[in-house]
DNA sequence: AGGCGGCGTAGACAGTGTCTACTGGCTCGT
DNA sequence: ACGAGCCAGTAGACACTGTCTACGCCGCCT
């Protein structure tokens, strides 16, 4: 329930993470979000010039939501490099799994490419945690750290949206998607040299975080 | 230009996949087909029950599309399932960034989540030869093909989109992404084996299957 | 010939985003 | 203290959209 004696603008936003977590994304109308906060629909005119302006807005804060859950993820997580970018992943997959709606409205192209929405500068400082984190977690190699913590990125996204609306046949329950995730980590990475680390996918106890 | 005497239903779908590879998938109203194809706004109804039903029909075009571009690939590209995997990457990339809006029209989530109309079937011959292609193209392991071979296709949907609306700061250049692509590669399958142009004796390339 | 069934038309309806004309109330300058 | 101005929000119009329903028209079959 967003706040009820805030300026409109900031109502507006609120009204619309809370729509678009309970109703979805296709709910997230300029009128339905000015009559959820008691005004006309003319009335979001005047803080964002366009409904893109409105939906832009609310996915920002979308970002940093996630930049906090990551934040967090990381506070509580291990110290090892290794470690955090697992914990990394799973708060990523799990932020795509929870706020799918928020995700989905995140990512939404006619967003993104309205570059002059500041949107990738939004999303830009979680991509620089990436690749410290990737180049804390690597041995040293001549590919440089952002074009693989771009790759794995992308591997990362991949999951989350294939996973997302099930189009992975075959690693369906959470378990798997964490075994995916582990292979990623592998993947990109190298395969973890630290001893004592069960490489094996499916017997983390912390896997079930995940599930929707 | 679509066919002009054919029954309305295929002359809708391609006027369908004229338009969203020429005006982009905004374009896609249910009106503006209809009005490109002659007819009157209520005629698509009597073989599509929905707009929806109308897109996905469009979409499944694309997928044949992107399948016979694979196929293509596959056909003139290299005997090595190494060269294979690479140029079906390459394949799916060009795709996604030649048809873009008929790319962005394929996955989306609301085509994807009515699953009566048959798109996951659709598209998972082609996983289907992803995975036949890993596993030749792979040094047996414990993990599992399919879960390779999702992971990969994770990867190379990742870098397309990613790639697709330039939130890859660094590799934006064809040639950069050329390099994501292999480094996605080393990464899933463990890095390439064969020194210079030697192929690797021992790995026969037994996969020519094919989608569709 | 006549009925009939499918194909397409035309219009209504609710809903959307954008734009414009218009108030009501508040502040501010004199 | 008081009128001017301004600004947030209202209300309605406009061109769209997707869906639904009632209606013709043409050809086919018995």
């Known amino acids: 329930m967003p706040d009820e004696d805030a300026d409109l603008r900031s109502r507006l936003v609120a009204v619309g993470v809370h729509l678009v977590a309970t109703e979805g994304m296709p709910a997230l109308t300029l009128r339905e979000i ?14 964002f010039p366009t409904h893109l302006a409105l939906l832009s807005a609310i996915a920002r804060e979308g970002f940093a939501d996630l930049a906090d859950r990551v934040a967090d993820t990381l506070r509580t997580g291990g110290t090892h490099p290794r470690d955090r970018l697992m914990a990394l992943g799973r708060a990523y997959l799990a932020f795509a799994s929870s706020r799918r709606g928020m995700f989905e409205l995140m990512f939404r192209h006619d967003l993104l490419e309205s570059n002059s929405l500041g949107l990738r500068e939004t999303s830009l400082p ?54 995916l995730l582990r292979a990623a980590l592998d993947a990109h990475l190298g395969t973890d040299p630290r001893p004592g680390t069960d490489p094996r996918p499916g017997t983390d106890p912390r896997v079930t975080a995940v599930a929707r």
Chains 1, 2 share one sequence.
């Open 34 to 47: 000015a009559r959820r906060a008691g005004v006309s629909h003319g009335a979001p005119r005047r803080y």
């Open 126 to 179: 979680l991509f620089t945690v990436l690749v410290d984190l990737v180049a804390a977690a690597r041995p040293p190699s001549e590919v440089p750290p952002p074009v693989v913590a771009g790759a794995l990125w992308a591997n990362l996204h991949g999951i989350a949206l294939l996973w997302g609306w099930g189009s992975l046949p075959l690693a369906t329950g959470a378990g798997e998607v964490d075994a």
